[in-house]
């Protein structure tokens, strides 16, 4: 079965400071993979995503994310945070077949101080 | 950019009551899913819907829950004999294969 972990589950950082948060997957075949963002009151936003090809994706809002397959890791990162980055973050997974479900990690809230 | 609308924003019920949450899923996607975030913890998967039927369904989908497209645009989520357990925030989304996952704001229900 599927699973995804988000071993942090809750972050505080800095203004400026870097951000790295990471995700493990569990799946027996090949994936999709996602992070999305939930920021107070909303509802989610895919923030990235990867299907194929570079293993370095990036995304919205000067994230980034690296799949490593060997560690089934796709971690989440960010250079220097920001205030408005204060939200709760997904990492999620589905299997490369038809538009299968998503598996949602338990998130990790990041808290930012101005 | 094209969204997935969900209606009503708020839901509030009392205990027993049934409820129905809708949706409007992007007009070209063909596939349909329901999920639910209970307060603090994580996103959980329901229910897909595909082709006018259920495709997968969670272990939390029981009989308390039914799924319809009832008129080509609308998806729409059924929850008999609510409890306050049932109380979450429930999220609808489309996608057509395994691209543009899109999800919905999302209906906050709250059994009282």
């Known amino acids: 079965a599927q699973s995804v972990s988000q071993h942090n589950h809750h972050v505080i950082l800095s203004e400026a400071a870097s951000l790295e948060l990471g995700c493990n997957y569990s799946y027996g075949g090949t994936v999709n993979l996602f992070w999305y963002v939930q920021y107070p009151g909303q509802h989610l936003q895919l923030l990235l995503k990867?299907?194929?090809?570079?293993?370095l994706v990036k995304g919205i809002k000067g994230f980034e994310a690296e799949f490593i397959k060997s560690k089934f890791s796709f971690n989440l990162r960010k250079p220097s945070v920001q205030w408005s980055d204060t939200a709760e973050y997904f990492c999620a997974v589905n299997a490369k077949s038809s538009a299968s479900k998503i598996i949602f990690g338990s998130g990790t809230r990041l808290s930012i101080r101005p | 950019e094209p969204e997935v609308t969900q209606t009503p924003s708020h839901q509030v019920t009392q205990m027993g009551q049934e409820v129905i949450l809708r949706c409007v899923p992007i007009?070209?996607?063909?596939?349909f899913y329901w999920y639910r975030q209970i307060l603090g913890q994580k996103v959980e998967f329901l229910v897909s819907?595909?082709?006018?039927?259920?495709?997968?369904k969670s272990e939390i989908f029981d009989d308390q829950f039914s799924v319809e497209r009832p008129d080509g645009s609308n998806f729409t989520l059924k929850i008999r004999s609510t409890k306050l357990e049932d109380s979450a925030m429930y999220f609808c989304?489309?996608?057509?294969?395994?691209?543009?996952?899109?999800f919905g704001s999302g209906t906050r229900l709250t059994v009282v």
């Open positions: 007009s070209n996607h063909l596939y």
């Open positions: 990867y299907f194929s090809g570079d293993p």
């Open positions: 819907f595909y082709n006018n039927e259920i495709s997968e």
């Open positions: 989304a489309s996608s057509e294969r395994q691209y543009g996952y899109t």
